[in-house]
């Protein structure tokens, strides 16, 4: 692994320090809910949160080692990732949260063409010969398989309607 | 002994079906493609595809599920050795000698080594399975809540003494999967846990999500961020290639051998198919004359990982039928599978279910054969696939995972999740953060909680219960031994210098 290269990015150190913190107040809120709902002993055994409240418990130890760990640690130069890569992370991330958002709106299959076809046309840099069969075919052969074999119903959107689905 | 050949002969008559080799065919081409395509693996691929089963009967089902898992198994060799990239964790150490040998031109000769290895290790699993499955489930049968917990304990401890990641890591990723398991009605005073007024949140985190999320969109950010680009030893595999490699192969039964045991090892106690592939591949490098010239093409490095891998890769559904207890995460989907067809893993399924039982072993046997054939006749097309391009081939994974969260419970909701999940797969990937562990820790969280609250309530409370006898007293002896593991194994290496 070469996470060593040192022209900026995000240090290992901090996601490190991050994660084990979120984890610990993730725990903190497991603890205080099971708390909530009872973690003691009732008159016929258990009550609902004492499993979850030692679940909590133990989770929230462990990361308290991390964070420790993490916080004594030298490798502070360390990168996680640097910010050319980091952006290339974003190119497929981005789009595809857009396109979990464009499902709602429009339905599976439309969504999908539009997402195909944009990264397609961004990142493959393909001319439009390329990018119709596959961005139109993909949906196309899913629509099939999902509806009319296994008749599953996947989201629709507007034009779907438009054809009477 | 007798008894359990029966029981395959009959498990061979259900496997045998027209219909059920169909099946088998579909999944084992199905495998392949998930084993070679990256961001889809054994757990996501059978997860995706899991909800797309729900109307069939559960034997054919699992029949052709199961071979999607023994297919990836194949798969990953393909791009390890032709490609030098893992298209599975548990091919990573094929990659040392495979794909030497591919680029010196005896990429066919890698290839049937590999392929007929994992053959080789899948076989001695299954017969390890056929024999000693009955007699656990037999034995289990008298196991009471303290011994399932006991069992469960052991399960998760061997996590932490296993795992190569750090022990404190590896502990709060499971205890996230156990508080993931947690949301949603408690099974046992029907009080919502955890949902914070959230009403969506009752249904609890599904697994299935989980999966698809943490290994399919987790490992699509990885491959992005690596900014993959294919380069490809081209492969011709004919039948004088495959026939010369097969008179070879014999030489090194031992590395054989020894593979198969540590795979079978490994699967059985929840190690995993990629320790065993890494600990079998560093035991034949200790033990073979050309054990320094490992790494630069030597048939027997790639012998002894893919037996290894695919020896535990089989032998992991072994607890998963007899305890229930899935000892890897495609293990632990197939088990989400029972449970939702309604078949309770467990002993009592080889009394209740043996058709069902025997049947998936027998398919075992039949999808290790069928995969053999089909990989070694079909290996350009797979390479051909891993030609197209990333910016095609990864926005359709990412289209294809969505579906699958989706028809887990047609909820827009998990689509959404899955994303999340994605988040933090790749997040955990890059810190060293085990994923198997949070998984099992999803999926087993509700039996392994009812188990130890029914202990609670039979003992009054007092956790003496789990001391109570021999049995129950040695598994959780043995917990505790591999929990503290790394801290013995430090003191260990502290007080006696190790030897160079």
Known sequence: ?165 | MAESLEALFHGFAVAMTFKNVGFMLIGILLGVLIGVLPGLGGANGVAILLPLTFSMEPTSAIIMLSCIYWGALFGGAITSVLFNIPGEPWSVATTFDGYPMARDGRAGEALTAAFTSSFFGALVAVLVITFLAPLVAKFALRFGPPEFFAVYFLTFCSFVGMSKEPPAKTVASMMLGFALAAVGLDTVTGQPRMIFGVYEMIRGFDFLIAVIGLFGIGEILLTMEEGLSFKGVSAKINARVVWQTWKELPKYWATSLRGALVGCWMGITPGGATPASFMSYGLAKRFSKDGPQFGTGKIEGVVAPETAAHAAGTSALLPMLTLGIPGSPTAAVLLGGLLIWGLQPGPLLFVEHKDFVWGLIASIYLGNIVGLIIVLTTVPWWAAILRIPFSIIGPVIIVICAIGAFTVHNAMLDVAMMLFFGVIGYAFKKLNYPLAPLVLALVLGDMAESAFRQSMIVSKGSIAIFWSNGLVGGIMGLALILLLWPLIAGAKNKLIPKRT
Do not use: C
């Open chain 1, 1 to 165: 692994m070469n996470g060593e290269s040192e022209q900026g990015g995000i240090s290992h150190k901090a996601v490190d320090l991050f994660v084990a913190g979120a984890i610990m107040a993730l725990a903190s809120l497991v603890m205080y809910d099971s708390q909530r709902i009872g973690a003691k002993w009732a008159f016929d055994g258990p009550q609902a949160g004492y499993f979850p409240f030692y679940v909590g418990l133990i989770m929230f130890m462990a990361s308290l080692v991390t964070f420790s760990l993490a916080l004594v640690s030298k490798k502070s130069r360390r990168v996680f990732v640097d910010s050319a890569r980091f952006r290339s992370v974003l190119a497929i991330f981005v789009p595809s949260a857009v396109y979990i958002g464009g499902i709602y709106l429009l339905g599976i299959y439309v969504a999908s063409t539009i997402f195909l076809s944009f990264f397609m046309r961004v990142h493959g840099g393909y001319r439009v010969q390329t990018i119709a069969p596959v961005a139109l075919g993909v949906p196309a052969f899913l629509f099939i398989l999902f509806e009319k074999w296994f008749l599953v119903p996947l989201p629709k959107g507007p034009v779907e309607a438009l054809f009477g689905y």
